[in-house]
């Protein structure tokens, strides 16, 4: 169960598109299109923006983007905005019946 | 609208155990698989463990495998953790999540507030 891959970092100017990606293995993002993301802000509940690697729950805004390719997933925010700062977490499902996330992306909008 | 509400968190020492409870309001409980995901001080997300919507299918995390034990009424609409010899790096927030779907692939849609449980001495 290692967890999924990401960049611990990633910034943009506000207006810009940033990609955050979420590299895996053949057991859980390059078998399942189970991927989701999760955005964090400082000490607030994670919330989902991304189910099944690119469906956005009602409520969330149609700048953020989900993809999968291979072995590695992608989210997308295009038009970055000051309040999309904050971490962003993959999770897959996996071939033992397991969820695993990524190790987090702190998203800074400069 | 869907409300989950955690209980039972505290400080332990190691060794001890701790049963944290989840509360569910809302939406058809009995309709959805569950899971636990922890968050340590300053660090990640890991999920912990998960069930199916009727209880038949659970799973953990090797990192608790043998010692933390899922299970849930659906009567009570209540989802627990019972945590056995717990450890020091099991310090963390603990948060329950609603999957989307009956069984557990599906990730979070919803989640708690969290109640945080400190294995200390």
């Known amino acids: 169960q290692s967890a999924l891959t990401q960049p611990p970092s990633a910034s943009g100017s506000p207006g810009q598109s940033v990609t955050i990606s979420c590299t895996g293995t053949?057991?859980?993002?390059?078998?399942?299109?189970?991927v989701s993301w999760y955005q964090q802000h400082p000490g607030k509940v994670p919330k989902l923006i991304i189910y099944?690697?690119?469906e956005r729950p009602s409520g969330v805004p149609d700048r953020f983007s989900g993809s999968k390719s291979g072995n590695t997933a992608s989210l997308t925010v295009s038009g970055l905005r000051s309040e999309d700062e904050g971490n962003y977490y993959c999770?897959?499902?996996?071939?033992?019946?397991?969820?695993?996330f990524g190790g987090g992306t702190k998203l800074t909008v400069l | 609208q869907v409300q989950l509400v955690e209980s039972g968190g505290g400080v332990v020492q190691p060794g001890r155990s701790l049963r944290l409870s989840c509360g569910a309001s809302?939406?058809?409980?009995?309709?959805?698989?569950m899971h636990w995901v922890r968050q340590a001080p300053g660090k990640g997300l890991e999920w912990v463990a998960a069930i199916s919507h009727d209880g038949r299918s659970k799973n953990s995390a090797d990192s608790v495998k043998g010692r933390f034990s899922i299970s849930r009424d659906n009567y009570r609409n209540t989802l627990y953790l019972q945590m056995n010899s717990l450890r020091p790096e099991d310090t963390a927030l603990y948060y329950c999540a609603k999957d989307p779907y009956k069984y557990t692939w599906g990730g979070g849609d919803s989640w708690g507030l969290g109640t945080l449980v400190t294995a200390s001495s």
């Open positions: 053949s057991s859980d993002v390059g078998r399942y299109d189970f």
């Open positions: 999770c897959s499902y996996t071939s033992t019946n397991t969820l695993v």
């Open positions: 809302g939406f058809t409980f009995s309709s959805y698989g």
């Open positions: 099944d690697v690119t």
